[in-house]
């Protein structure tokens, strides 16, 4: 592990919740463990009977839903109507704004069944430039709380407030009368641990580059039964960058990047109501954790000390290889015996494959362009982090602003997730500029 005292501070700190999810809400990488590891010790995201099998990641706060109007739907956003979040679920569909200028500020209490001060808080906004092209700008910024660091004695070392953001850019185009494809450039900074050193080496904050790449359809020329409608599709691949370290004597690890595509069907009920379903599949292309070969003495390492991989691919790789490799890089179902041999379950591997796709899906009823009732459903497969909640939400506008917010119910007891709150306010420039020429 890049850092032993910032994990073992964590855990202590966040004892009720399930490991896996605080690792991935934290960011803590594995990469650290693959080179030194001995005799019966466990790898994260390896058990002993390989039934989780969690991909973690550094700085998953990027893959955090930031706004409520996809946060009341599941966490489905790619293929809905466009709107200045959109910059986080795909930027593609800027250019298909019906608004000349848009702001949107959201804001979200952060697992507040284990930690009272942590939050999201997300800022975007974008401009159309002309009819076929729009450019959009958004900052996410995370706050872990305060953090008390202690060394393996149990000594205070720093009292610190670990935080992270990331800068985003945005550029959307009309490539056709109902296709547009989009692009986005992120700037990522991660400080978790404020300098504080261990025997591992010294801590430092992780940066990191990416980019988007985005694609949207839209057909509103469309007849469902007696029903006038909408249909829409569209896929996002975002954080496609460079890794990240926190130390300078660890191996740098993944950002998550992930792939989001689905449909969208609005029904255009009359002049007054209109109703949206919409399906999102997700699937981080990073490399999933291997299964590693062990007998009765424990893990097995060859001559320079390395772990053996038993089934699966080494994830000790570059971007690209991860990209390409994590659509058939699954480990499976591997049965280890006593005398290292490996026998792997029969078609287990392309069932592990799409156990890693997570699907949100949701709706969005309008009355009247004014109010708005959502709801929704996530589902994570247990394997792979168990994460299944429902959504519940609600907008109105007002003038030239609307304000929406979402609840998140747990479908699981002791969800650290239960209960979350979303909270989003935005403000309509093209209607403010409309209103200021009635007055004049």
Same mark, same amino acid.
């Given at each position: %592990?890049? +850092? /032993?005292?910032?994990?073992?501070?964590? &855990?202590?700190? !966040?004892? @009720?919740?399930?490991?896996?999810?605080? $690792?991935?809400?934290?960011?803590?990488?594995?990469?650290?463990?693959?080179?030194?590891?001995?005799?019966?010790?466990?790898?994260?995201?390896?058990?002993?009977?390989?039934?989780?099998?969690?991909?973690?990641?550094?700085?998953?706060?990027?893959?955090?839903?930031?706004?409520?109007?996809?946060?009341?739907?599941?966490?489905?956003?790619?293929?809905?109507?466009?709107?200045?979040?959109?910059?986080?679920?795909?930027?593609?569909?800027?250019?298909?704004?019906?608004?000349? %200028?848009? +702001? /949107?500020?959201?804001?979200?209490?952060? &697992?507040?069944? !284990?930690? @009272?001060?942590?939050?999201?808080?997300? $800022?975007?906004?974008?401009?159309?430039?002309?009819?076929?092209?729009?450019?959009?700008?958004?900052?996410?910024?995370?706050?872990?709380?305060?953090?008390?660091?202690?060394?393996n004695q149990g000594?205070?070392?720093?009292?610190?407030?670990?935080?992270?953001?990331?800068?985003?850019?945005?550029?959307?185009?009309?490539?056709?009368?109902?296709?547009?494809?989009?692009?986005?450039?992120?700037?990522?900074?991660?400080?978790?641990?404020?300098?504080?050193?261990?025997?591992?080496?010294?801590?430092?904050?992780?940066?990191?580059?990416?980019?988007?790449?985005?694609?949207?359809?839209?057909?509103?020329?469309?007849?469902?039964?007696?029903?006038?409608?909408?249909?829409?599709?569209?896929?996002?691949?975002?954080?496609?960058?460079?890794?990240?370290?926190y130390s300078s004597?660890?191996?740098?690890?993944?950002?998550?990047?992930?792939?989001?595509?689905?449909?969208?069907?609005?029904?255009?009920?009359?002049?007054?109501?209109?109703?949206?379903?919409t399906v999102d599949?997700?699937?981080?292309?990073?490399?999933?954790?291997?299964?590693?070969?062990?007998?009765?003495?424990?893990?097995?390492?060859?001559?320079?000390?390395?772990?053996?991989?038993?089934?699966?691919?080494?994830?000790?790789?570059?971007?690209?290889?991860?990209?390409?490799?994590?659509?058939?890089?699954?480990?499976?179902?591997?049965?280890?015996?006593?005398?290292?041999?490996?026998?792997?379950?029969?078609?287990?591997?392309?069932?592990?494959?799409?156990?890693?796709?997570?699907?949100?899906?949701?709706?969005?009823?309008?009355?009247?362009?004014?109010?708005?009732?959502?709801?929704?459903?996530?589902?994570?497969?247990?394997?792979?982090?168990?994460?299944?909640?429902?959504?519940?939400?609600?907008?109105?506008?007002?003038?030239?602003?609307?304000?929406?917010?979402?609840?998140?119910?747990?479908?699981?007891?002791?969800?650290?997730?239960?209960?979350?709150?979303?909270?989003?306010?935005?403000?309509?420039?093209?209607?403010?500029?409309?209103?200021?020429?009635?007055?004049?």
């Open positions: %592990m890049y +850092l /032993s005292i910032f994990a073992t501070q964590f &855990l202590n700190m !966040l004892q @009720r919740a399930p490991i896996v999810l605080i $690792l991935c809400v934290f960011g803590l990488g594995i990469s650290g463990l693959q080179a030194q590891i001995t005799g019966t010790q466990q790898i994260i995201g390896q058990t002993d009977d390989n039934t989780i099998k969690t991909i973690t990641t550094a700085v998953p706060f990027l893959i955090i839903g930031p706004d409520t109007r996809s946060g009341a739907m599941g966490d489905a956003g790619v293929a809905i109507s466009p709107d200045a979040n959109s910059i986080h679920w795909n930027p593609a569909k800027l250019a298909f704004a019906e608004k000349d %200028m848009e +702001l /949107s500020l959201s804001y979200s209490p952060w &697992l507040r069944k !284990l930690v @009272r001060d942590m939050n999201l808080a997300y $800022l975007s906004g974008y401009k159309k430039i002309g009819d076929n092209q729009a450019v959009g700008a958004a900052l996410r910024y995370f706050s872990l709380g305060s953090i008390q660091f202690t060394d000594t205070n070392l720093l009292l610190f407030k670990p935080t992270e953001f990331s800068i985003d850019g945005a550029y959307s185009i009309k490539l056709s009368e109902r296709f547009s494809g989009g692009l986005g450039a992120r700037f990522i900074y991660s400080n978790l641990t404020g300098g504080v050193s261990n025997t591992g080496g010294d801590s430092k904050p992780g940066s990191a580059f990416a980019v988007d790449v985005a694609g949207y359809y839209t057909n509103d020329d469309v007849r469902i039964g007696n029903f006038d409608a909408i249909i829409s599709a569209g896929f996002n691949i975002s954080n496609i960058g460079s890794k990240m370290s004597a660890a191996q740098r690890d993944f950002i998550p990047v992930n792939l989001r595509i689905g449909p969208a069907v609005t029904l255009l009920l009359d002049e007054f109501n209109s109703l949206t379903f599949a997700n699937k981080l292309l990073v490399p999933s954790i291997p299964v590693y070969a062990s007998d009765s003495s424990g893990f097995i390492t060859d001559a320079n000390g390395n772990l053996v991989v038993a089934s699966g691919r080494d994830n000790n790789i570059g971007v690209a290889s991860g990209i390409f490799g994590s659509f058939t890089d699954a480990p499976g179902n591997v049965t280890q015996y006593a005398d290292g041999s490996v026998d792997i379950e029969k078609g287990s591997v392309f069932r592990e494959e799409m156990q890693e796709v997570n699907i949100a899906t949701g709706f969005e009823y309008w009355y009247a362009d004014q109010f708005a009732l959502r709801g929704g459903y996530f589902y994570e497969n247990p394997v792979k982090g168990n994460r299944q909640f429902f959504t519940l939400g609600a907008g109105v506008k007002y003038n030239i602003f609307s304000f929406d917010f979402s609840y998140l119910i747990a479908a699981q007891q002791r969800n650290p997730l239960a209960n979350t709150l979303r909270f989003t306010l935005k403000l309509n420039f093209a209607e403010a500029r409309a209103a200021k020429n009635e007055e004049n």
